[in-house]
């Protein structure tokens, strides 16, 4: 008898085994570099930058989720928590200046991967290491140029015409036409673009007709009223936007031909500039325009790759047993405060967009304003596929929140720490706690520290801290113990080691920039 129950749960398990797999759904992460949700038209910011139907199409019969915040708003950190479910402080990659990801820990494509799903990573990857738990991987080398890439594909270095955004959009249709159509997949098909030097595919030049964009109303914030750490910053429009940002000189890899192209499109309008010889706020603005004009056609690029890929799901019929997931690494600013690049707790750089379609889960045009993050990811993919987290992991199942039921204990307050410093764009370590309406900031690292409170309610801009204001008393004290409680949580060490802040831990201050900001 004792045998027959033996072989019975054996023959139970084996079944088990094999039926999840092929009734999990497939997932398909289609994920960003430094995209905006303000040049998503689907979120949009008022300025009306772009329209981007494609990924629009995504959240009409999805889920929109608006207020997804990331751990650490820089490239490579952002992966190592999405992958491993972790803070940076525990996955070991806090920035992107001498961090390495250890492929040996656990990641949620291994778990996949070891429950029968095919798995496959394209495109941008920048955690140093080669990836792990993927059966196909095609990485770029770092951050990746525009046009005719080198890539590293499964370990072998190859050189691919085109342009970056169509080379990520093919390839990872390739993966999907030549996969085992018997079990279920992750396909992580991840974008260089719209990164930092947002050059546009040549189709694109142009794109919008020279369109006069709506300024942002803080494009020449002053920085009075908040602390040392926003003045002292190197990320303005106004004195770090270099000649290669502004397309004054020629990006890398393009071939004599695309050259002809490239130099028909900016020259003219090149030679104009340099003839006007602006100064001042004019400069600014100048740089403004060519800045949104490059930014978002390097958009338009990847919003037309998400409709390929979604084209062929649909296609194949894949469409209702398939996760969709559209995301970025973080947010972006897009002129306000006169910047670019993120790295801050503020909304424009904390805040990531997050679109969801999830057969017989999301309601098609929904929306939600819970506070989720990147860290969340792992769990809701292992959730999808049936599989337990492991208990390290430190986000929870978005499954209920894409549900339209968010669970009444579901968080009202999130932790970001922030560390590398002073390269590049010399923005200050901070970490902080972030609820619906405020932020309490700490600036820690730099021999300087000091707390800021902003009021979002109040002050949406984040102009002003109200840190010190008798009228926040309350507020900062409640503020104050979410954030010791946070910390404890998370298992947040009291003192960061000093090559945790990068440059300044590596070289003692002395190691100069990168050119280009990870
Ligand atoms: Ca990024």
Avoid at 200 to 206: M, N, Q
Avoid at 432 to 453: A, M, N, P
Wanted: with cysteine; aromatic share 12%; glycine share 8%.
């Amino acid at each position: 008898m004792k045998h027959l129950l033996v072989a019975c749960w054996f023959a139970l398990t084996a079944i088990v085994r094999a039926a999840t797999p092929t009734t999990a759904p497939n997932i398909v992460f289609i994920f960003s570099d430094d995209h905006a949700y303000q040049a998503i038209s689907a979120y949009g910011d008022g300025r009306k930058l772009i329209e981007t139907p494609n990924i629009d199409r995504l959240a009409k019969q999805g889920m929109r989720l608006d207020r997804c915040l990331v751990t650490n708003s820089i490239c490579g950190p952002s992966r190592a928590t999405i992958l491993t479910g972790k803070y940076n402080h525990l996955n070991g990659f806090v920035n992107n200046s001498n961090s390495t990801f250890d492929g040996t820990q656990v990641t949620f494509p291994k778990l996949l991967q070891k429950a029968g799903y095919q798995t496959a990573i394209v495109g941008k990857w920048h955690l140093g290491s080669d990836p792990t738990g993927f059966d196909f991987w095609q990485i770029l080398p770092a951050q990746g140029i525009y046009y005719n890439p080198p890539m590293i594909k499964m370990g072998q270095r190859v050189t691919v015409p085109g342009y970056v955004t169509d080379i990520v959009g093919d390839v990872s249709i390739d993966w999907l036409k030549q996969r085992d159509k018997t079990k279920p997949f992750l396909l992580m098909s991840q974008h260089k673009a719209p990164h930092r030097e947002w050059a546009p595919a040549l189709r694109h030049l142009g794109f919008d007709g020279d369109r006069v964009y709506p300024e942002p109303a803080t494009l020449f914030d002053d920085y009075a009223g908040r602390g040392i750490a926003v003045r002292d910053q190197d990320m303005t429009l106004e004195k770090t936007f270099t000649d290669r940002d502004a397309k004054l000189a020629v990006p890398p890899g393009l071939t004599a031909e695309q050259r002809v192209a490239w130099d028909a499109y900016y020259e003219p309008r090149n030679a104009k500039f340099r003839a006007a010889n602006l100064t001042g706020k004019d400069l600014v603005r100048w740089r403004y325009q060519r800045y949104m004009h490059d930014y978002l056609a390097t958009v338009k690029a990847v919003d037309e790759n998400v409709g390929r890929l979604l084209d062929y799901l649909e296609k194949e019929g894949l469409m209702e047993n398939t996760i969709v997931v559209y995301s970025s690494d973080q947010g972006f600013f897009l002129g306000e405060h006169g910047w670019f690049d993120k790295r801050w707790i503020f909304e424009e750089s904390v805040r990531t967009p997050l679109i969801v379609r999830w057969p017989g889960v999301t309601k098609a045009g929904s929306a939600s304003p819970a506070l989720v993050s990147n860290l969340d990811f792992a769990q809701t993919f292992l959730d999808a596929a049936g599989l337990p987290s492991p208990t390290e992991m430190q986000g929870r199942s978005l499954r209920p929140i894409l549900a339209g039921k968010a669970p009444a204990d579901w968080r009202t307050a999130f932790y970001y720490q922030y560390f590398e410093y002073p390269a590049p764009h010399r923005v200050r370590p901070h970490y902080g706690v972030i609820t619906d309406r405020y932020k309490l900031v700490r600036y820690f690292g730099t021999g300087e520290d000091y707390t800021e409170l902003y009021d979002r309610e109040k002050d949406p801009n984040e102009m002003k801290s109200m840190w010190g204001d008798p009228a926040y008393a309350a507020t900062t004290a409640d503020l104050e113990k979410q954030l010791a409680r946070l910390r404890t949580e998370l298992k947040v060490p009291e003192t960061v080691p000093a090559r945790w802040l990068g440059n300044a831990g590596a070289g003692g201050g002395k190691k100069k920039a990168a050119p280009t900001a990870p």
